[in-house]
C-alpha cells in the first residue's frame, strides 16, 4: 500500500472516531424524585405507622443517597431520625431493602459494609425504583420491629406507584 493510501486509510479511521466521540459525551437523561413524590412517600408511611400505633421517623433520600426530606413523628424517640436515614441510605447504596444488609451481616459478621459510614443492617427501609434504576429509598424508624418499619415504608412507596414509571 502506499503512503498515499495510509493516509487515506488513516483519514478515514480518524473522521470516524470524530464523529464517534460526540455519542460518548451525551448528557444523561435519568428520572429523579421529587420534593412531591418523597413528601407523599413519607407521610403516607408516617400515617400509616401512627394509625397502628407507632411513633416513628421517615427519611427519603435521592438518587446520591443525599436526604431529600426527612420528618419526625410527634413523640417520635430522637435516635429514630438518625436511624432512619441510615436504613435509607443503606437500602439506596446497596440496592436492596436495608433487611437483606442484616441477614448478610447474620451469614458474615465481619462483612467489610458495616465499616462504611452511614451504612446500618437494619430492617425497615426500601430502595425506590423506576424499573432497574434505583432512584433512591425510605427509611422508617421507631415501630417494634423493622418488619413494621417495613410495611410502613412499602406503604409509601405504593402510594407513588403509578408515577415510578
Not at 100 to 113: H, I, Q, S
Amino acid at each position: 500500500m502506499s503512503n498515499k493510501g495510509r493516509f487515506a486509510s488513516l483519514g478515514i479511521v480518524g473522521l470516524g472516531l470524530v464523529f464517534a466521540a460526540p455519542a460518548e459525551a451525551q448528557l444523561l437523561a435519568r428520572k429523579d424524585l421529587s420534593l412531591a413524590a418523597a413528601l407523599t412517600i413519607a407521610t403516607t408511611a408516617a400515617d400509616l405507622c401512627k394509625s397502628q400505633g407507632y411513633t416513628v421517623s421517615v427519611t427519603v433520600v435521592g438518587r446520591n443517597g443525599e436526604v431529600i426530606l426527612q420528618m419526625r413523628g410527634d413523640n417520635a424517640p430522637p435516635h429514630t431520625m438518625e436511624n432512619s436515614f441510615r436504613k435509607a441510605y443503606s437500602a439506596r447504596s446497596f440496592r436492596v431493602p436495608s433487611g437483606e444488609l442484616a441477614k448478610r451481616v447474620k451469614d458474615n459478621p465481619t462483612a467489610p459494609f458495616v465499616y462504611l459510614s452511614n451504612v446500618v443492617a437494619a430492617q425497615g427501609a426500601l430502595p425506590i425504583k423506576v424499573g432497574d434504576d434505583v432512584i433512591g429509598a425510605v427509611g422508617v424508624s421507631g415501630a417494634p420491629g423493622g418488619e413494621k418499619d417495613e410495611v410502613c415504608a412499602k406503604a409509601g412507596i405504593d402510594k407513588v406507584a403509578d408515577t415510578l414509571k
